[in-house]
């Protein structure tokens, strides 16, 4: 029981730091907003972060997603995604409609929300011919979202852009009953979440358990790149053309 106790503490510990060093990393630096076309056959990830990051924070996945061969493009109008995930959809879909071949969302937390959203409404876009011509959007790639909401986001309740992040929000429970878009996402489940507990799956999505630990320092790992671009190839492989 302490051995555990002890271990998580430290799992917390690094998660802040790693968390602390992200944002001073995404406040400095002034880099133009990740563009990185795909190479021919490949496909393009349109990166989603969490609440409070700015889409610098997730820049190093950006790198190491292109050093793979992989297209990717940040969503800068996002800014510090603070918004309703709801309200952040028309910003991802502008990101997302010009332009061309296979797009994989990849988020992390609250961005797995949105990038849900997005699949709901393309797949009804779709079927109303309303879906740009030359785009295929396959799926997303969630790492550590609180699908089944986070109960830790009730202490504090005064703040407003964590209110639809309570396990039970409204918001949450109807993009919840959204059952059909599950099966187009993959969920990357960190060890142990200091942030998201434990929730059940989502039905008929596909769950991947990680030892790597943490809400943040997990972002960090090869395990996660790795885990990363094999659900991709999955996700490309099952999409019908």
Same mark, same amino acid.
């Given at each position: 029981?302490?051995?555990?106790?002890?271990?998580?503490?430290?799992?917390?510990?690094?998660?802040?730091?790693?968390?602390?060093?992200?944002?001073?990393?995404?406040?400095?630096?002034?880099?133009?907003?990740?563009?990185?076309?795909?190479?021919?056959?490949?496909?393009?990830?349109?990166?989603?972060?969490?609440?409070?990051?700015?889409?610098?924070?997730?820049?190093?996945?950006?790198?190491?997603?292109?050093?793979?061969?992989?297209?990717?493009?940040?969503?800068?109008?996002?800014?510090?995604?603070?918004?309703?995930?709801?309200?952040?959809?028309?910003?991802?879909?502008?990101?997302?409609?010009?332009?061309?071949?296979?797009?994989?969302?990849?988020?992390?937390?609250?961005?797995?929300?949105?990038?849900?959203?997005?699949?709901?409404?393309? *797949?009804?876009?779709?079927? %109303?011919?309303? /879906?740009?011509?030359?785009? +295929?959007? !396959?799926? =997303? #790639?969630?790492?550590?979202? $609180?699908?089944?909401?986070?109960?830790?986001?009730?202490?504090?309740?005064?703040?407003?852009?964590?209110?639809?992040?309570?396990?039970?929000?409204? *918001?949450?429970?109807?993009? %919840?009953?959204? /059952?059909?878009?599950?099966? +187009?996402? !993959?969920? =990357? #489940?960190?060890?142990?979440? $200091?942030?998201?507990?434990?929730?059940?799956?989502?039905?008929?999505?596909?769950?991947?358990?990680?030892?790597?630990?943490?809400?943040?320092?997990?972002?960090?790992?090869?395990?996660?790149?790795?885990?990363?671009?094999?659900?991709?190839?999955?996700?490309?492989?099952?999409?019908?053309?």
């Amino acid at each position: 029981m302490i051995p555990d106790l002890v271990r998580r503490g430290a799992t917390w510990a690094l998660d802040y730091v790693d968390a602390t060093r992200g944002q001073l990393r995404a406040f400095v630096r002034r880099t133009t907003p990740y563009d990185v076309p795909p190479p021919a056959g490949a496909a393009t990830v349109v990166l989603l972060p969490g609440v409070w990051e700015r889409w610098r924070y997730l820049e190093p996945l950006a790198r190491r997603l292109a050093a793979r061969g992989l297209g990717v493009r940040a969503v800068p109008a996002l800014g510090w995604n603070l918004a309703p995930f709801v309200d952040a959809v028309p910003l991802v879909r502008a990101a997302i409609d010009d332009l061309h071949g296979d797009v994989v969302l990849v988020a992390h937390s609250k961005g797995g929300l949105t990038g849900k959203r997005v699949l709901v409404d393309w *797949a009804r876009d779709r079927i %109303a011919q309303a /879906t740009p011509e030359g785009v +295929r959007l !396959v799926g =997303l #790639v969630a790492v550590a979202t $609180p699908f089944g909401g986070s109960a830790r986001a009730r202490l504090l309740p005064w703040w407003r852009s964590l209110a639809e992040l309570r396990d039970d929000s409204p *918001a949450l429970r109807e993009l %919840a009953a959204e /059952t059909e878009a599950n099966a +187009r996402i !993959v969920e =990357l #489940v960190p060890a142990w979440d $200091p942030h998201v507990p434990a929730t059940p799956p989502l039905v008929g999505g596909e769950v991947v358990r990680l030892r790597a630990a943490g809400h943040f320092s997990s972002l960090e790992s090869r395990e996660v790149l790795e885990a990363i671009v094999a659900a991709i190839d999955r996700l490309r492989a099952r999409e019908p053309s």
